[in-house]
């Protein structure tokens, strides 16, 4: 087979739930191949067999805040596979609030950095002789907390405030060879089906954002299966958002 003919291989961390596996069912339905990547084994490896009537999948175990074990991963897709295409640094710590700041411990702050940016930039530096090889792409799921804030929520919104300056930092070093680029969720409704539909969303809830619904993971795998295409090619060091405009409302309390 051709290196044309190959299909592309992408890796998703943070695929076993939530904005991860969404991402991985867009990318392949549009004919990737994918490796999910998660530091929950069983999760992970629910979610490739679900996954496999979609196309080609397989699991790596994969801590992104520990160098040994990012290695081990890239090796093995090496080993699997003979080259990777597309990396979608997803892993993250999910809840932004990690109580009043000034009770906010060293290594509770460190652990939040450690997985949410440290992360990315270790098993983005690690991709990065088969990526160069491959003139292939990098997607980084920051956050629009990285640009705007609730309260006890400094942990988080630092690491994913430097999540998107890393964006286009790596963009600048690794160009022409290889594209960065940030997707910013905002809300993001990554509860499993059936508890969407027991347990709906308030009205309100969907109307304070202008297309008149809060996002699923979907919405946010699309973005991420374009980046990753030909087509935004022209497109590298950016931070698309993604919130159905909530970002851009200007609230005040009557």
């Known amino acids: 087979m051709s290196e044309l003919e190959q299909t592309r291989v992408a890796l998703v961390t943070g695929a ?21 990547g998660d530091v929950d084994e069983a999760a992970g490896l629910a979610t ?3 996954l496999a009537r979609l196309g080609n999948v397989e699991f790596v175990a994969l801590d992104v805040a ?4 990012v290695q081990a991963a890239l090796e093995q897709i090496e080993e699997d596979f003979g080259r990777l295409d597309a990396v979608v640094n997803n892993a993250g710590l999910s809840d932004p609030d990690t109580g009043p ?23 983005s530096r690690a991709s990065i002789p088969l990526l160069r090889e491959s003139r292939g792409a990098i997607v980084n799921i920051a ?21 998107v300056a890393l964006t286009h930092a790596m963009a600048i070093s690794l160009g022409p060879d290889i594209r960065v680029n940030a997707v910013s969720p905002g809300w993001i409704d990554t509860r499993d089906s059936v508890l ?36 935004a090619g022209f497109i ?16 005040y309390r009557e």
């Open 143 to 163: 956050s629009t907390r990285a640009l705007q804030s609730e309260v006890n929520t400094e942990a988080y919104a630092a690491a994913k405030g430097g999540l």
């Open 101 to 123: 700041l000034e009770q906010l411990s060293l290594a509770d702050w460190n652990r939040m950095l450690a997985v949410n940016l440290t992360g990315a930039f270790l098993v």
């Open 48 to 50: 490739a067999e679900e």
């Open 236 to 251: 590298t060091g950016q931070n698309l958002v993604a919130d159905g405009g909530m970002s851009r409302q200007m609230l």
């Open 66 to 69: 520990d160098e040994a074990s």
């Open 196 to 231: 969407q539909r027991s347990d709906p969303l308030r009205r309100i809830d969907h109307e304070q954002h202008a297309v008149g619904r809060v996002g699923q993971p979907a919405d946010i795998g699309e973005l991420v299966a374009f980046l990753l295409s030909p087509a």
């Open 16 to 36: 076993a739930r939530g904005i991860g596996k969404g991402v991985a069912v867009s990318l392949l339905r549009a004919g990737w191949d994918l490796v999910l």
